[in-house]
């Protein structure tokens, strides 16, 4: 598979990473622990050196299972995970407090069974604790050798701004896809000129430019798109004229909706890195063959085109969740 650099920071990483999460969290039921384990490494032999976990997602289960994973090609990959909520529960609120951040490094660091992380992101800005605290923590962290780079989700310009400031920020990790352009209009710029990494999560809709998805699937009942606007069955209905221009270029192409999904996020910058997840070997087949195909200038224009006269319908999260994003 191609490398490619996150920004400025030296760090080169497979095109396209594995988001782990679903693995064991967010999705329906945790997937099987040797199961988990042999996708992470069949995504490895099969070119990815770029996997994301944290320690929200399970919550620990993940890290230990990306630890145990990748232990025999440490040497090899780039792990990345991440702080920021209280207790490691995503829904138990934010807590980006030195004290916890360091917490979070030193037990990360144990169940990733490593010397040091790749990449530590604030998982979502803290807005009780100042950004300058939050990076300065993780400056002492990297100068003590436990991490190598900082990085941010989903937060706003302004944070970026004042977090960079201190340490710089290697990468940013946000929801970036054919449905959720919004990072196009401030924050991709804004990465641009500093040279931060963007690291799209989600960049397959969460499932539904797979063309897998329509509006009678159901979904298990701790998946959490069901509480999501967006994956309402009207909504889905709805949107599925953005599929229906996936697969149309994806038959010409020979190829899948998933794939020319990806690609288009290949082609916006080579400082892009698109970070699927999958619990599915096929899937994982499929998603990294995406890095081989080259949409034409005209094919990323018709894509262009198009999307610019389709009005995408629903939230992409539910009010609360919406709120800790932007910051």
């Not at 138990?92 to 004290?99: E, I, K, L, N, Y």
């Not at 050798?145 to 701004?161: H, N, P, T, Y």
């Not at 509480?227 to 709805?238: L, S």
């Not at 916006?268 to 499929?286: D, F, N, S």
Request: glycine share 8%; aromatic share 8%.
């Amino acid at each position: 598979m191609q490398k490619r650099q996150l920004g400025n920071s030296g760090l080169e990483v497979s095109a396209l990473g594995f988001g782990c999460m679903g693995l064991s969290y967010g999705y329906g039921p945790a997937q099987p622990r040797q199961q988990a384990i042999e996708l992470i490494r069949a995504a490895f032999d099969r070119g990815v050196t770029f996997f994301d976990t944290a320690e929200a997602y399970g919550p620990f289960t993940n890290e230990e299972i990306v630890g145990e994973a990748l232990a025999p090609v440490r040497d090899k990959v780039v792990i990345a995970t991440k702080f920021g909520f209280k207790g490691g529960d995503a829904t138990a609120g934010v807590d980006s407090r030195p004290a916890r951040i360091r917490e979070v490094a030193e037990a990360a660091l144990k169940r990733l069974k490593t010397d040091h992380i790749d990449l530590f992101y604030q998982h979502r800005v803290d807005p009780q604790v100042p950004m300058e605290e939050v990076a300065g923590c993780v400056k002492d962290l990297i100068r003590e050798g436990k991490v190598r780079l900082f990085g941010l989700s989903e937060a706003g310009a302004d944070s970026i701004r004042r977090a960079h400031a201190v340490q710089p920020v290697a990468a940013l990790q946000s929801e970036y896809s054919l449905w959720w352009r919004a990072p196009e209009a401030e924050i991709l710029p804004l990465c641009e000129a500093l040279g931060i990494g963007f690291v799209p999560f989600s960049p397959l809709g969460k499932g539904f430019l797979t063309g897998k998805i329509d509006e009678s699937t159901t979904f298990a009942k701790d998946d959490f798109r069901n509480i999501v606007p967006r994956f309402t069955a009207e909504n889905r209905k709805a949107n599925q004229v953005l599929v229906d221009l996936l697969e149309t270029i994806a038959r010409e192409r020979k190829a899948s909706p998933a794939q020319i999904a990806l690609a288009w996020l290949l082609a916006r910058k080579p400082w892009i890195v698109p970070i699927p997840g999958t619990t599915k070997l096929h899937r994982l087949e499929e998603n990294e063959g995406a890095a081989a195909i080259e949409l034409a200038a005209d094919e990323q224009q018709r894509i262009n085109d198009t999307l610019a006269r389709i009005e995408i319908k629903g939230d992409r999260y539910p009010a609360h969740l919406a709120a800790r994003v932007g910051r």
